[in-house]
């Protein structure tokens, strides 16, 4: 395969250090990548993360002309694509490199040089570490969303605060966002686009009065808007909102419904009516339920499911994670003709594997999914301690809603809306209601099974004050369990956590996050409770409590990875870059996005770009899957695998657009693990199927290829998918 894709090759200094002194496995092909940022960024931009969004040039002060440096900003490694703090912010570890700085005598009284960080009005500051005259040095880590990066000479090295000359300075990438100047807000005030009705009312299951225009559309608190933003609405597309009909039936919650070896189940998509806070509205659930029946299995059982569609679209089931027979992918145009309205399709789906899985349209997931097509199942492993002990388990869908003034915000009925970053809700979801609510004694340690199964967005969630551990994710256990601050997850992935609740009293279930507004350039905390864990009676007693205590090792997890990975190429075979394409955009539109590519952030959180976001469709927007090799792109890749194959994948997410947004990649069929991203080597392995890459970063995955046939490669962003970023490869026999 290719032999380009050589990341970090040449310039390496140091490394052997360098790996010892962040205690990484010296595996010599993870510490290759490892490189600090060099002083002479590469300007293809070839380096494991975009040197732009993680490397800052350090630029001398006048007493020191000839020096020079780089400070790189580097995930710490860690569970998640992102090392997140429970409010949001993102965690880096600095790594500084130095050159030609003089001995610090030389300035005066100085023994040393100190690094700080520090915000922008120059408090807090923070201490780094030493900072050599000369080389490549791994220092505290900077969790703030905007800072200055300062060296101090010093008289000693344990200074608290900078006391010295300045010697060397950068600002953290995010300082290049800048507030919108007047000649935005000069287009954004005059430049009026299309009046949003010129298309008709949607026919396509009769939409009722709110459809037949786009309506109000909610507006998050606190961003600022430019007035001819405000009259953005999709130009190409029918506006649409499922219709009544006879057969609707009032939604009812899930049920948990067992299956043994060979049983069989008949599932149907119907329309629904449910109430979500003071409203009704309508909406899709499988057998009336939302979520659908929560599927209980053992591991290795094969199920037989007759789906019939009784909804407005042709539509099909897809297993997600699940690595089955191939026929049974659900893929329309791919592994099955689409399932008609009124039609039925008959599948029969086999669990090779322990965990949490869910099941979900594969059809214009945008508007199925969204509106309440999901379900989970749990594959039961033979093994009762597989996840260690706890006192309950809690099986958490987590979705949102886009609720204007009249209920749902329309759908788009040619096409999707929201090209450009998804349909972010504003009604936050756990099991398709709006207020979790759980009861538990003090000390009790409960197993969540989380899934986000929202279009878009990525949670970050904490249960403040309650200790939190991760132990398995998409398709099995972490080699071993880890404590985490807060659960970082995507659309489409899964992730087991054990929480113990230690007192009496209420606590939340938060989503914290930084949002962004665009056009006055500044971070916008956000927190959305999302449902409440009451803690009350006698204290939990037993091996739970106890054994929460500390972190257990999966042992057979562990010896399954390291087979797996014995056969791991060196350097990755295979690349995809992550990018975009845009035209006949509204000039307000583009202009904004201009100015707003000065920096992109590694994670968009929160649907902050609403007007320019929702009137974006598959016209003015493509999403891009690209094989640098071949320059092949989306559906025109055509990778070929055998059965056995253990293949070194590297998704790049190129920095380089008008628009960039991390993308949830999930490959169908088959399990990888996630050996590095952004250069930075995992040190604790799991199996998943759906990985998140965050802007400017690369994820270098072990893809092992068990399970013939045609398969998927998408992003999981609703929206994304419908506007192109997919691709089918082949396992042979
Ligand atoms: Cu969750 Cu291609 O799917
Ligand atoms: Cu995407």
């Not at 459809?211 to 597309?237: C, K, Q, V």
């Not at 970023?725 to 396992?731: I, R, S």
Request: aromatic share 8%.
């Amino acid at each position: 395969m290719s032999e380009r894709a050589r990341p970090g090759a040449p310039g390496i200094v140091a490394l052997p250090v360098l790996a010892a002194a962040l205690a990484w496995p010296l595996d010599p092909g993870a510490a290759r990548q490892a490189a600090p940022c060099p002083l002479d960024p590469d300007p293809v931009g070839r380096a494991a993360a975009d040197p732009d969004l993680y490397c800052m040039a350090l630029l001398p002060t006048p007493r020191v002309l000839d020096a020079r440096g780089s400070a790189e900003l580097r995930r710490p490694p860690g569970p998640f694509s992102l090392d997140v703090t429970p409010d949001g912010r993102i965690r880096y570890r600095v790594v500084v490199t130095t050159e030609g700085l003089p001995d610090p005598s030389e300035l005066g009284a100085y023994t040393t040089y100190v690094a700080w960080a520090a915000s922008p009005v120059l408090t807090p500051v923070e201490r780094l570490g030493e900072v050599p005259s000369s080389g490549s040095r791994a220092l505290g880590d900077v969790a703030m969303n905007r800072f200055l990066l300062l060296v101090s000479a010093e008289a000693r090295a344990d200074v608290v605060e900078p006391t010295g000359p300045f010697v060397l300075r950068a600002q953290s990438p995010a300082s290049r966002m800048q507030p919108a100047d007047f000649l935005e807000f000069m287009l954004g005030a005059t430049g009026v686009p299309e009046p949003a009705d010129s298309v008709a009312a949607g026919g396509h299951g009769g939409a009722h009065a709110p459809g037949d225009r786009w309506g109000s559309i909610p507006m998050p608190a606190g961003i600022t808007m430019l007035p001819a933003m405000m009259e953005l609405r999709p130009r190409t597309t029918t506006p649409w909102l499922p219709g009544t009909r006879d057969d609707v039936v009032d939604a009812r919650p899930r049920e948990l419904i067992r299956l043994a070896e060979g049983d069989s189940l008949d599932l149907q998509a119907v329309v629904v009516r449910r109430r979500i806070g003071n409203r009704t509205l309508l909406g899709y659930g499988f057998n009336g339920q939302i979520p659908g029946p929560l599927l209980w299995v053992g591991e290795d059982a094969t199920v037989t499911v007759r789906f019939t569609n009784r909804i407005d679209w042709p539509t099909s089931i897809h297993w997600h994670g699940v690595r089955l027979d191939n026929r049974f992918d659900g893929v329309p145009g791919v592994t099955q003709d689409p399932v008609l309205p009124g039609e039925t399709f008959t599948y029969r789906v086999r669990f090779p594997d322990p965990g949490i899985y869910w099941y979900h349209p594969h059809h214009r997931e945008d508007v199925q999914q969204d509106l309440g097509l999901a379900g989970n199942m749990i594959v039961e492993s033979p093994d009762p301690e597989y996840y260690g002990p706890a006192h309950r388990e809690e099986i958490l869908m987590l979705d949102d809603l886009l609720l204007g003034e009249h209920g749902l915000v329309p759908y788009g009925l040619e096409r999707a809306t929201h090209a450009l970053m998804g349909r972010f809700g504003n009604t936050m979801l756990v099991n398709g209601e709006p207020e979790y609510a759980l009861e538990t004694r003090p000390g009790e340690v409960v197993r969540f099974f989380f899934t986000n199964v929202s279009n878009t967005r990525t949670f970050n969630l904490s249960f403040p004050g309650a200790r939190m551990k991760v132990v398995g994710t998409d398709v099995g256990n972490f080699e071993r369990e880890a404590w985490i601050e807060s659960l970082l997850i995507t659309p489409a992935e899964r992730y087991v956590v054990h929480v113990r609740f230690p007192e009496r009293g209420p606590v939340p279930l938060v989503n914290r996050v930084q949002g962004i507004d665009h056009i006055a350039a500044r971070f916008l905390p956000e927190v959305d409770t999302l449902g409440v864990v009451r803690v009350d009676g006698d204290p939990a007693t037993g091996e739970a409590g106890r054994a929460f205590a500390s972190l257990r090792v999966h042992q057979a997890a562990r010896d399954e990875i390291a087979r797996v990975r014995a056969r791991a190429p060196e350097p990755p075979e295979l690349e995809l870059e992550l990018d975009m394409e845009t035209r006949d955009l509204p000039l307000v539109v583009h202009r904004l996005m201009q100015v707003d590519s000065a920096y992109f952030h590694p994670l968009e959180a929160s649907g902050t770009m609403p007007m320019m976001n929702f009137m974006s469709t598959g016209e003015e927007v493509r999403w891009i899957l690209r094989d640098p090799d071949t320059g092949l792109e989306n559906e025109a890749i055509d990778w070929r695998f055998r059965v056995g194959d253990v293949v070194r994948l590297r998704l790049r997410n190129v920095r380089r657009t008008l628009h960039q947004m991390q993308h949830p990649i999930h490959i169908h069929g088959q399990r990888f693990l996630v050996l590095a991203v952004g250069g930075v080597p995992n040190d604790n392995l799991a199996w998943k199927d759906t990985v998140l890459v965050p802007v400017g970063s690369t994820v270098d995955l072990l893809l092992e290829l068990s399970n013939p046939g045609r398969w998927m490669l998408h992003c999981h962003i609703a929206e994304h998918l419908e506007v192109g970023m997919k691709l089918v490869f082949t396992v042979e026999e």
